[in-house]
């Protein structure tokens, strides 16, 4: 159509002025300016470019949010969805993602979501795109874990992120995510990262795993292998996070363990000793709120019919400490639902056999004398 | 490697807390001084223990202002985290507020080119807020900050204005001199960027008079009167532009009022005589130099939850090491002529008789958490692999007398350390006393049941002494 000139900038803007604009071209000088951006030899030439996409990122928007005078006709706004799908834009600017200017990079995250929820003939068409062209999730998700390695990578990863999370809206695309083997880095961003990321990648990984239940039961935690990484990932992130992913990961856990469809998940977790042991410590932990998150898991691990020896056995073996326990937890807290719980705990626990102590010691009077024989005499009695 | 990457990331590390200059419902504003930087910043500590706001709602909120950047905004730099509280680190304006500028130097209202100034300044940062449909919802002179370069920019907003109204609707945001009659109004479901400009007028107001409309009438009695009243009016030796504008912003009704777009459009902001306050900033530092602008914070940042003390309750998971018992025969034979009890110990000179007086004071449980022991476990998560093989299946003694609840740390180390601390004559022994236990400390909170181990030995080589010396 139009024939290559060797001075793009100049001759580009005075087509502009001169031509109509149609969605097509929109789409078409972004996806020219990256590859300018990615050529370019100068900061100067590169500067330029990053500015004239930043530009035409805005009035792309303002054209699809039909903020322009006249506005568009409903055939252009398809046109430029189509283009944006033709020319694989987003892949090409998600590639280029870092090079983008700040404001540019918020336009793309709106324009994104602007296009999720375009639909036509009650399908939606991104959706679809999306499905058919994996590599553009796979991008996304791989922006998110380079972002760790970038300083100052903020920004990058913030708005990545929100695409991330507008995608998993979409159950299509919410499995995509879930099949790419790049959700394990996630965690890894959660304990490592800093305030923003961390955060972040634990909100991405709590909406991949709770929006979508049955797809999530059904074609992730049914898989033994995805099950058992996930509880040692969120395990880990209990034990070692900091308090903010403490306190996050061990709500993630109670609310998953509690959804019905993951009962597979829920048996694994709460019969395991080790589990047992970590959601007890967590109940001791300074922080109330964590305490109380850690009470939503073990509730379900006591209120469990069939326990499993090893759990059985520990829970019996504190039934004192855990009553004793219970007679301070909570009374802040004054929900009818959670008051309820803890009686129907509490009885729980009444209702565990009483271990009657062997050997009555007077902790004063014997610990400083010779505890070692003591622990021999109780060797030799058992 | 990773380790210390995150420990370089703690803000005290990173930050010296200069000053607490400001309070709030959400948190405490403290001047500190970014080290590797070289500059001030502000940071805004938040206490998510203390804070009944979802984590989750107060990330997002942050993760919005980190999304804002402009040169009319006090912009936001990062969050950390430290103990139990987020610590929200922002630009630091240097030249203080424009309320600060009233209390100085303009104590009777600002001048009129210097107010349309700031004016336009603070409309540039609201068309830039209101563009991307977020609301500051406390403008006020307090929160109209000045740069030492004698720029405007608005400060304070975001997290707590944010939050507060999406979670607690029928609580009121702002500050009922500034307020807007909609957002007092419980019948309305809610309101728009339209109350920052009901409150601009306000402010013009402010800072032309020195106070806003009605300041000598009790706070709660304007706010719950504000529906009813008709809106308040800028009169005196103003220019009718000025009067306009304020008229203008502080029109009742939401929908019929301006937006920041137009009013910048205004004429009361459209020609400048000034483009920087840099004189009255540079004044306003040299009347503060005087006065101490310390606030006592509401949470002392020394107050740590994690302070390193023991949990209050511990469970029973694990029953005593199996200790490989060395060989007690060869070890006793070769020390066995120190004859323990003839010489004096090497601490007994510089200590009191043991005519101890057992107070109720000394319980180490109380004294564990004393500030000089504060940092000890401050790694001490639970270890999923724990270093530690535990047995959890042979009971024993020594976890019977756990299950009364002794903790060879507290009970027993602690507890004689404290006296050998309280019968040191002088202060070196006590410095020495005290690193010992320390250390111990340290490495009860590393490795787990240290303490009963060094006991155990400790018994057991008293034990075989007697035994030696009775024979």
Not at chain 1, 78 to 85: N, R
Not at chain 2, 155 to 163: A, K, P, R
Not at chain 2, 182 to 187: A, G, L
Not at chain 2, 215 to 225: H, L, Q
Request: hydrophobic share 35%.
């Amino acid at each position: 159509m139009f024939k290559k000139y060797k001075n793009q900038d100049l001759d580009m803007t005075f087509w502009w002025k001169k031509n109509p604009k149609s969605p097509q071209d929109y789409v078409k000088f972004i996806s020219d300016q990256l590859i300018k951006i990615e050529s370019s030899s100068t900061q100067d030439s590169k500067r330029k470019a990053q500015e004239e996409v930043s530009k035409y990122l805005m009035y792309t928007k303002h054209f699809i949010l039909g903020d322009t005078d006249p506005r568009p006709t409903a055939e252009s706004i398809d046109e430029l969805y189509c283009a944006i799908y033709r020319s694989e834009l987003f892949y090409d600017l998600l590639i280029h993602f870092g090079d983008l200017e700040f404001e540019a990079r918020k336009e793309v995250t709106l324009i994104f979501s602007i296009c999720l929820r375009y639909s036509k003939d009650n399908k939606l068409v991104t959706v679809d795109y999306l499905v058919s062209k994996p590599k553009t999730l796979r991008m996304m998700l791989k922006i998110v874990e380079s972002a760790m390695q970038r300083k100052a990578a903020n920004d990058l990863f913030l708005t990545v992120g929100n695409m991330l999370m507008e995608c998993i809206k979409y159950e299509q695309l919410c499995r995509i995510v879930l099949q790419d083997p790049q959700l394990w880095k996630l965690f890894d961003i959660v304990r490592f990262g800093n305030f923003e990321t961390s955060t972040e990648s634990l909100q991405i990984l709590s909406s991949a795993l709770t929006t979508h239940t049955k797809l999530v039961s059904k074609e992730f935690f049914n898989h033994e292998n995805n099950m058992n990484k996930f509880i040692q990932n969120i395990n880990k992130l209990m034990a070692h996070g900091s308090y903010v992913t403490k306190r996050q990961s061990t709500k993630l856990l109670a609310s998953l363990i509690v959804v019905r469809s993951n009962n597979q998940l829920m048996n694994t977790y709460i019969n395991s000793l080790d589990n047992l042991k970590l959601i007890m410590v967590l109940m001791t932990d300074k922080s109330k709120n964590l305490q109380h998150e850690a009470f939503n898991v073990f509730k379900v691990m006591v209120a469990n019919p069939r326990k499993s020896k090893p759990v059985f056995d520990i829970l019996v073996k504190n039934r004192e400490k855990l009553l004793k326990y219970f007679e301070t937890f909570g009374l802040d807290y004054q929900e009818p639902t959670f008051i309820d719980e803890k009686e129907f705990i509490v009885q729980e626990i009444e209702s565990l056999p009483r271990i009657v102590s062997s050997n009555n010691v007077d902790c004063s009077a014997n610990v400083t004398a010779s505890p070692s024989r003591d622990v021999a005499a109780a060797q030799d009695m058992a | 490697m990773l380790g210390s990457f995150q420990k370089s990331l703690d803000p005290s590390n990173t930050y010296t807390i200069r000053q607490c200059v400001g309070r709030g419902n959400f948190g405490d504003v403290y001047k500190a001084y970014d080290k590797a930087e070289g500059k001030t910043v502000a940071v805004k500590v938040v206490n998510l223990e203390q804070s009944e706001e979802d984590i989750d709602l107060l990330a997002q909120e942050i993760f919005f202002l980190a999304e804002l950047k402009s040169p009319f905004i006090t912009n936001y730099i990062t969050t950390l985290t430290e103990d139990v509280s987020m610590w929200i680190v922002m630009e630091y304006c240097g030249g203080g507020s424009c309320a600060d500028l009233m209390k100085h130097i303009y104590i009777n209202g600002i001048p009129e080119k210097k107010v349309a100034f700031i004016t336009s300044q603070v409309l540039k940062g609201l068309v830039y807020l209101h563009e991307q449909k977020k609301i500051h919802r406390d403008i006020k002179a307090a929160n109209i900050l000045l740069t030492d370069e004698g720029k405007v920019k608005l400060g304070d907003f975001g997290v707590s204005g944010q939050i507060r109204a999406t979670l607690k609707r029928g609580t009121f945001v702002g500050t009922p001199y500034w307020m807007a009659p909609e957002v007092v109004c419980k019948e309305n479901d809610g309101y728009d960027e339209k109350a920052d400009i009901w409150s601009l007028g306000i402010t013009v107001y402010e800072l032309l008079k020195g106070a806003p409309p009605l300041s000598k009438c009790d706070p709660m009695k304007v706010m719950i009167n504000l529906p009813k009243r008709k809106s308040p009016a800028l009169h005196g030796h103003y220019s009718h532009s000025a009067k306009n504008f304020v008229s203008t912003c502080l029109v009742k009704n939401p929908v019929g009022r301006a937006s920041a777009y137009e009013m910048a459009e205004h004429n009361f902001v459209s020609q400048l005589a000034i483009s920087d306050l840099k004189e009255d900033v540079g004044y306003l530092k040299i009347k503060k130099a005087n006065d101490s602008h310390s606030r006592s914070p509401r949470y002392s940042l020394e107050n740590r939850l994690y302070d390193g003390s023991a949990p209050n309750f511990t469970w029973d998971f694990e029953s005593i090491r199996s200790v490989k018992k060395p060989n007690l025969g060869s070890a006793l034979l070769s020390t066995a002529n120190l004859s323990p009890a003839s010489s004096p110990s090497p601490l007994s000179s510089n200590m009191h008789s043991p005519s101890y007086q057992q107070t109720e004071g000394i319980t180490p449980i109380t004294h564990a958490t004393t500030p000089s022991f504060r940092q000890y476990n401050k790694d001490n998560n639970y270890e999923v692999e724990s270093p530690m093989e535990i047995d959890l299946d042979s009971s024993s003694m020594a976890e019977e007398i756990r299950n009364k609840g002794l903790d060879y740390y507290k009970n027993v180390i602690f507890h004689c350390f404290r006296r050998m601390h309280d019968r040191a004559h002088d202060n070196e022994t006590r410095v020495y006393v005290d690193e010992v236990l320390k250390n111990f400390a340290f490495a009860e909170s590393k490795v787990v049941g240290f303490s009963e181990v060094f006991i155990e030995e400790v018994a057991l080589r008293l034990d075989s002494i007697k035994d030696f010396l009775a024979k």
